[in-house]
């Protein structure tokens, strides 16, 4: 069922805010669907972002293991791990640029189809360079899926349906964070990390024939034609809200990748867990699918700002935590911590969904752009940082990430109707 935005408009209009549903809004002769089909939707829009992000996650899980198979130090394998989201930045620009001309539904599952190769190649490689090379390729057609569907979710649902589409999204990004890494670490001992990077190749090819067989032909949609991308963003950098937005998701994804990249140098040196625990671990992350999955309707309910501030809190106290030389308390801070991020990331990109009144591919593409960035720099300047102080200074310098993040969500506001139609 498409989510039309004349049908969109016509609900908001004839019902308040919290009497529509949290699923995709649709014409009134299919108002009456099961909710059965409500949940079949869902359950798809999560599918489609697990086996979109898995490869991101997984390979962190293998930090370790990777280090010693290429001979390099920890910085320099966790630069190389984390270098898809420079794939991943550049991608997110170029489908904003070329969504006029871009088919929803095909680009989304020939980008799931096309990522399948690089994940295959990381099985067979033994250059660190090269390896670099090939997760740089991974994050621009992951991005590029994750860009298209989004943009999907802006343009064809109203802000109560986009919100319970949203979390939906992320909540599958949350569960490809817990299950990529447990697969990855699991199979790493079972089969060894080829073994790893060829089934996450298998997973790829299988989101690829989920989006071709299960997604209706009605996803398919093009752009506004003729839209101009350098115009369409200059005018979301011109509204506030927006470039704190953007701001905010570039410091998210720095606090994120920079605690679970390298928390796993923690765990198994100084705090003695052996390789093989290492992936049980990442349970720590089954929190945050549950409390992901209420995000869109918590926000709706109480707007980004107030939701981003309560999330953001949670994470600090979740990287005190982290700081403890006691495992169970890593453990509890790391829980912590995935619950605030994820939370506070559901929160952010509803936000910007919400907010951009148009090209909503455009808005989504400088989010992202700006979101992955900042997990490039997390991977980078804080394995540096990591290198030279050790943990307990770095989660300082990502508590104070948070605190500027913090600051910038003052300009959150909230709309007070629908975005207008892209003309």
Known sequence: MNCLKGAARYAAAQHKPEELPMAFVVPDALRGERQIDVLRRGTIVGLIAFLTLIDLFGAQALLPRLTEAYGVDAATMGFAVNASTIGMAISGLAVAWFSDRIDRKRGLWVSLACLSVPTARLGVTDNVTVFLLLRIAQGVFMAAAFTLTMTYLSEQCDITAAAGAMAAYITGNVASNLFGRLMAASLADWVGVSGSFFAFAVLNLAGAAL??????????????????????????????????????????????????????????????????????????????????????????????????????????????????????????????????????QAAATGFVGRRAERDHAAANGLYLTAYYLGGLTGALLLGQLYALAGWPPMLAVLALALGVAAWLARALDEPLSPPSETP
Request: no cysteine; aromatic share 12%; net charge positive.
């Open 211 to 344: 989006a071709y067989s299960l997604i209706g032909p009605r996803l398919a949609r093009t752009g506004t034609p003729g839209s101009r991308p350098l115009e369409a963003w200059r005018a979301h950098l011109a509204v506030p809200a927006l470039r704190s937005a953007f701001a905010i998701g570039f410091l998210l994804l720095s606090v994120f990748v920079g605690v679970f990249t390298y928390v796993n140098f923690e765990l198994a040196g100084p705090l003695g867990l052996a390789p093989g625990m290492l992936g049980l671990v990442y349970f720590v992350f089954l929190p945050a699918i549950f409390t992901t999955s209420i995000a869109g309707r918590i926000a709706r309910s109480y707007g980004a700002r107030r939701v981003f501030w309560g999330a953001a809190a949670v994470t600090v106290a979740g990287l005190v935590l982290m700081a403890l030389s006691n495992l169970t308390a890593v453990l509890v801070g790391m829980a912590t911590v995935g619950a605030g991020t994820f939370f506070a």
